[in-house]
């Protein structure tokens, strides 16, 4: 069954009845942007946004773990960062006020939050089960211009930040598209190409809502909005579950496929 495809105009006005929304998907194809821009729409309508966030999760876990600075995740920080992102939703899904919102941003690649692809019996379940779940897919000319801008902060000495994929990682990341997209039959290409990249999520996100938005030009500055709450795990609550998933989480065997 293919992914619906929908405009960012069709997307904003899906926020009036979702209470969740994931966006997925590899770095430099604009998840920052998107999620900026739905929580400033969430703003406005007064909807009070909480977000949850990739980046931010991988940096205090590998804090914990002692393993900040390297290139990529380690697997146990990925596995430590899924557990405690679906007990963080099932928290939020029970506390939450009336009418908020909340906003997450999950890779899903190479194990990366995959978790919440996968249905599960936990407090995330239900919430997840109605989520939308959005991959933004970029023209091949506009993410080349996403990747160049990124290789120009990064010459001028300004980058890349620390939730930044260096060129270099965003090149392993595709060669892990690509094997994932031979696995499943999908047509292989050496470059970026968004019918290999769509078809890989659509694959890996076949249990979620999802849709995907196609992007075809850098729109203005990212909207202001209201400064969002942000959940991001304490010290503590990595530690605690480090013997837990240690012992007993396993990664699925490939990302995509549970």
Same mark, same amino acid.
């Given at each position: 069954?293919?992914?619906?495809?929908?405009?960012?105009? %069709?997307?904003?006005?899906?926020?009036?009845?979702?209470?969740?929304?994931?966006?997925?998907?590899?770095?430099?194809?604009?998840?920052?942007?998107?999620?900026?821009?739905?929580?400033?729409?969430?703003?406005? *309508?007064?909807? !009070?946004? $909480?977000? *949850?966030?990739?980046?931010?999760? #991988?940096?205090?876990? %590998?804090?914990?773990?002692?393993?900040?600075?390297?290139?990529?995740?380690?697997?146990?920080?990925?596995?430590?960062?899924?557990?405690?992102?679906?007990?963080?939703?099932?928290?939020?899904?029970?506390?939450?006020?009336?009418?908020?919102?909340?906003?997450?941003?999950? !890779?899903?690649?190479?194990? #990366?939050?995959?978790?919440?692809?996968? !249905?599960?019996?936990?407090?995330?379940?239900?919430?997840?089960?109605?989520?939308?779940?959005?991959? !933004?897919?970029?023209?091949?000319?506009?993410?080349?211009?996403?990747?160049?801008? @990124?290789?120009?902060?990064?010459?001028?000495?300004?980058?890349?930040?620390?939730?930044?994929?260096?060129?270099?990682?965003?090149? $392993?990341?595709?060669?892990?598209?690509?094997?994932?997209?031979?696995?499943?039959?999908?047509?292989?290409?050496?470059?970026?190409?968004?019918?290999?990249?769509?078809?890989?999520?659509?694959?890996?996100?076949?249990?979620?809502?999802i849709r995907i938005l196609d992007v075809v030009r850098l729109d203005d500055p990212r909207?202001?909005?209201?400064?969002?709450?942000?959940?991001?795990?304490?010290?503590?609550?990595?530690?605690? *579950?480090?013997?837990?998933?240690?012992?007993?989480?396993? *990664? @699925?065997?490939?990302?995509?496929?549970?």
């Amino acid at each position: 069954m293919l992914a619906s495809r929908l405009s960012l105009i %069709e997307l904003l006005a899906a926020l009036l009845d979702r209470e969740i929304v994931v966006v997925c998907g590899l770095p430099a194809v604009g998840k920052s942007d998107l999620l900026a821009r739905l929580a400033a729409r969430c703003d406005a *309508l007064g909807h !009070p946004v $909480s977000l *949850l966030l990739w980046d931010s999760i #991988r940096i205090r876990v %590998e804090s914990v773990c002692g393993t900040s600075g390297r290139d990529q995740a380690t697997e146990e920080v990925r596995r430590l960062a899924g557990a405690w992102s679906r007990g963080a939703i099932g928290r939020w899904a029970r506390e939450r006020a009336p009418g908020s919102r909340m906003m997450v941003e999950a !890779p899903l690649i190479g194990g #990366r939050l995959s978790e919440l692809a996968q !249905p599960q019996d936990d407090d995330a379940e239900a919430l997840l089960a109605r989520a939308l779940f959005v991959v !933004p897919v970029p023209s091949v000319d506009l993410r080349r211009q996403m990747i160049h801008e @990124r290789h120009e902060t990064h010459e001028r000495g300004n980058g890349p930040t620390p939730v930044d994929a260096p060129a270099r990682v965003i090149a $392993s990341l595709w060669t892990e598209m690509r094997a994932a997209a031979r696995a499943l039959a999908i047509d292989d290409s050496p470059d970026y190409s968004p019918a290999l990249y769509a078809g890989v999520y659509q694959y890996a996100l076949r249990h979620r809502d999802i849709r995907i938005l196609d992007v075809v030009r850098l729109d203005d500055p990212r909207p202001a909005s209201a400064d969002p709450s942000e959940h991001i795990p304490s010290h503590p609550e990595v530690r605690a *579950l480090m013997s837990v998933v240690t012992g007993a989480h396993t *990664l @699925r065997a490939v990302w995509y496929a549970p």
